[in-house]
């Protein structure tokens, strides 16, 4: 009933919505004589906040048309390179002859869609072949296309880099935040099998590999009530007409109530600037408050089975680092892992995935410690890992040259 009371609660807004843009644009028409005075621009500022408030907001586009390679501007184009119900695995084909390596960004599953990595991929297009795992909203899978969860996601993981390593070249692979798990899942599977195609190296950032270490807000909420009460209280079925309809999800509206919550102080401050900006006029800062905000509150619905298992396996039992993660009836040894290069990424100020949380990989892969690295960015919360200044000018380079250090064929 949940997802069903919030979708007739955005139906029922739905004339108002438009009935406020409509006002907000005829009172800041230039054409509108009143549109200057104080009382248009307040009562416009308002309407936009409202609307800003009511609408949905669908999947942004990356909008990566091109990227400069040893000094010369080339065109990007993007282009599904394999189709998969829970997931298209995008690359950004650049218009060039420059051979580089393969390089898979795994984009963590965890409510926001993966554009939310657009300057982590702006960043590593120059120097690589660049490919993402773009997934898909579950509201919009059927049922006949069966359940996800993480044995699943461990299985496209590895799908994607047979797909990478098909030229003779091992691909190097990034993973953001949550796939952190998952990836060295699957690189383990792949090492202990002697796949031709397993990763030459592992860049994994701000993940949850040992959630005992240094725990925050979400490791909290997660281990303090049990798993029932999560599939009681957070898991609901899609409503119709979506084409998941009677899919179980965990909604990504409720995943969005948890982001916001846990900054609210933060979130209720820049939307009061934001007010205050539309009625002075600042287009700069209003631009740069919509642009992120079109983001953050673009949201998609994750598959239950494989939400709970994240809450179960990574965040209550630590099921990896204790050394008791099964992948199906197999249990997973990550120190199979010796050939594969590992980077593990912190921020200082991460209140996400805690330090020590990443590091922690480094106990269970045994490559030689010349194929180890880990560094902590200071003055840099979970997104000024993979975005921002400090991710431009101090993690990216370091990223590429670990990258290209430890550049094999298979």
């Given at each position: 009933m949940l997802y069903?009371?919030?979708?007739?609660?955005?139906?029922?807004?739905a004339p108002m919505r438009e009935m406020a843009r409509f006002s907000r644009d005829a009172l800041g028409n230039s054409a509108n004589p009143l549109s200057s005075s104080y009382g248009a621009r307040v009562t416009a500022a308002s309407l936009d906040m409202f609307v800003k408030a009511t609408k949905r907001y669908t999947k942004p586009e990356f909008e990566l048309t091109s990227t400069v390679i040893d000094g010369v501007e080339v065109a990007v184009t993007e282009e599904i390179v394999l189709n998969l119900p829970f997931c298209n695995l995008l690359?950004?084909?650049?218009?060039?002859?420059?051979?580089?390596?393969?390089?898979?960004?795994?984009?963590?599953?965890s409510g926001h869609y993966a554009t939310l990595l657009r300057g982590t991929v702006t960043e590593m297009l120059p120097d690589h072949d660049v490919y993402i795992t773009d997934?898909?909203?579950c509201r919009d899978v059927p049922l006949s296309e069966g359940e996800f969860d993480l044995d699943d996601y461990t299985d496209y993981l590895i799908k994607f880099c047979e797909l990478l390593g098909e030229g003779?070249?091992?691909?190097?692979?990034?993973?953001?935040?949550?796939p952190g798990v998952p990836m060295l899942v699957a690189a383990s599977l792949m090492a202990e099998r002697g796949d031709s195609f397993r990763p030459s190296s592992m860049t994994l950032m701000g993940a949850p590999v040992d959630t005992a270490m240094n725990p925050q807000k979400p490791n909290e909420l997660a281990t303090t009530k049990p798993l029932s009460w999560f599939e009681q209280n957070v898991v609901t079925?899609?409503?119709?007409?979506?084409?998941g309809f009677m899919r179980k999800v965990y909604p990504g509206f409720l995943q969005l109530s948890g982001f916001m919550s846990m900054n609210m102080e933060r979130h209720v401050d820049a939307h009061k600037d934001h007010?205050?900006?539309?009625?002075?006029?600042?287009?700069?800062?209003?631009d740069s408050h919509r642009k992120f905000y079109d983001e953050y509150m673009a949201v998609m619905d994750l598959s239950a089975g494989y939400y709970l298992q994240t809450i179960e396996r990574i965040f209550q039992k630590r099921l990896l680092a204790e050394g008791a993660y099964y992948y199906?009836?197999?249990?997973?040894?990550?120190?199979?892992?010796?050939d594969i290069a590992l980077l593990t990424v912190e921020g200082e100020k991460d209140d996400i995935t805690g330090l020590g949380q990443t590091e922690a990989a480094h106990k269970l892969v045994k490559s030689p410690k010349d194929m180890h690295q880990h560094y902590v960015q200071e003055g840099v919360g979970h997104y000024g890992v993979f975005n921002g200044s400090r991710w431009r000018s101090k993690i990216?380079?370091?990223?590429?040259?670990?990258?290209?250090?430890?550049?094999?064929?298979?």
């Open positions: 069903h009371t919030y979708e007739m609660t955005h139906a029922a807004l690359r950004f084909k650049r218009d060039t002859k420059a051979k580089s390596q393969k390089l898979l960004i795994v984009a963590p599953l997934w898909t909203d003779g070249e091992r691909p190097a692979v990034l993973a953001v935040c949550q079925k899609v409503p119709w007409p979506n084409a007010f205050q900006n539309l009625i002075k006029g600042d287009g700069d800062s209003t199906r009836d197999t249990l997973v040894d990550p120190s199979k892992i010796t990216a380079p370091l990223a590429k040259a670990f990258i290209a250090k430890h550049r094999a064929n298979g």
